[in-house]
């Protein structure tokens, strides 16, 4: 594998299920990104990390919760989600999250909210 | 607050055209300006880096202009084909500590063959 990868690609829940989503660089990056996507949009940032440490979460409701237990993985914890939510989920790493870095992304997840 | 725009949100040319897509922002202080292309189903690809002190960047068949003076940036694509079909999203870096980049929504380019 190369580049960013995610899975799963597609994903259906109801708004009580508890799912999660995964992101997985094979660059040596030290920071990684999650962004929502919705249409006909701007892309949204989530939440950054750097060096395994969360460094912004831009106002996101609790019911996302990311995860990053190494700098090569990143987590998003999804429960009771709300239709609205429905997105399609980029996740993004560069090599740190300083200034000018260029940021990777990966295919991203198709969320679809019942 | 920093908002970047893209018009047209859609086009549509013939095949072998040259054309030109927008990006302007409102905060001229920017640390660099970036062009991507998505695919449907696919991520976000770099086309072009343009620092702030830069004025373009040119790969292949692609050029990117920055004008911060006017917070406006073009990207020109010379003799254009069906494979160029896809999203082209800009994204403004800020210049604060606070280093993100500010997205566009994007201009959807159609290259009928």
Redesign the interface.
Known sequence: ETG?T?TP?HLVMGMTNKKSLKCEQHLGHNAMYWYKQSA????E?MF?YNFKEQT?NNSVPSRFSPECPNSSHLFLHLHTLQPEDSALY?C?SSPT????N???????T?LTVL | KQEVTQIPAALSVPEGENLVLNCSFTDSAIYNLQWFRQDPGKGLTSLLLIQSSQREQTSGRLNASLDKSSGRSTLYIAASQPGDSATYLCAVGRRDSNYQLIWGAGTKLIIKP
């Open positions: 960013v995610q690609r006909k949009k701007p892309l940032l950054v912004e980029l993004a999250s300083g200034h000018g260029e940021q990777f992304f990966g295919p991203g198709r």
